[in-house]
């Protein structure tokens, strides 16, 4: 079983400033890690991901994310925010061993909400 | 489609009532998931499609919620005897079997009253 911790439920920025959300996991198996963005209305729409490889990952919308295997943390940041990066994100991890290639049952963190200062 | 398509986009129910919640995943999708997020939650996990067959339905909260995908495409998920507390947005995701991002559709937003 694994599960995930987003340690911030909200985090205002100034706009243009640069911003980290942070992410800490656990499981007792290998996993496969994501990040995904929900704006106002909308589904899930996935940022970046992490399978294997250069422990930083580089997404949409200029966001990138480091994987830390000994801290057990995939931490998002963007050097420099803009108004329209305002919602929700969520980190999530998936099981290696899944049938499905890593997208089976992912489990979710609660969730931080990214505030857009202007 | 181009997207997954989950209908209706809303609901409103009684107490009590049964409903179904409709999932239409991208064409060529084999693998389909349903998740539930309750308020200021993350999503949670509820099933898994692999094909026709449920490959892991753990997450079902109970015997209420039920799930099917009879020819392998599209998915329904059937809540009987609806409580306030099934109230929630309902997601429905799938993926190409082998790769690892699954894509969303915008949900169904259920509310009991």
């Known amino acids: 079983a694994q599960s995930v911790t987003q340690l911030d439920s909200q985090v205002p920025v100034f706009e243009e400033a640069p911003v980290e959300l942070r992410c800490n996991y656990s499981?007792?198996?290998?996993?496969?890690l994501f990040w995904y963005v929900q704006y106002p209305n909308q589904g899930l729409q996935l940022l970046l991901k992490y399978l294997s490889g250069s422990t930083l990952v580089k997404g949409i919308n200029g966001f990138e994310a480091e994987f830390n295997k000994s801290q057990t943390s995939f931490h998002l940041r963007k050097p420099s925010v803009h108004i329209s990066d305002t919602a929700e994100y969520f980190c999530a991890v998936s099981d290696q061993s899944g049938s499905g290639g890593g997208a089976d049952g992912l489990t979710f963190g609660k969730g931080t909400h990214l505030i857009i200062q202007p | 489609g181009a997207g997954v398509s989950q209908t209706p986009s809303n609901k409103v129910t009684e107490k009590g009532k049964y409903v179904e919640l409709r999932c239409d995943p991208i064409s060529g999708h084999t693998a389909l998931y349903w998740y539930r997020q309750s308020l200021g939650q993350g999503p949670e996990f509820l099933i898994y499609?692999?094909?026709?067959?449920?490959?892991?339905d753990s997450g079902l909260p109970n015997d209420r919620f039920f799930a099917v995908r009879p020819e392998g495409s599209v998915s329904t998920l059937k809540i009987q005897r609806t409580e306030r507390g099934d109230s929630a947005v309902y997601l429905c995701?799938?993926?190409?079997?082998?790769?690892?991002?699954?894509?969303f559709g915008q949900g169904t937003r259920l509310t009991v009253v």
């Open positions: 995701a799938s993926s190409s079997r082998g790769h690892t991002e699954a894509f």
């Open positions: 499981s007792s198996v290998s996993v496969y």
């Open positions: 499609f692999q094909g026709t067959g449920a490959a892991d």
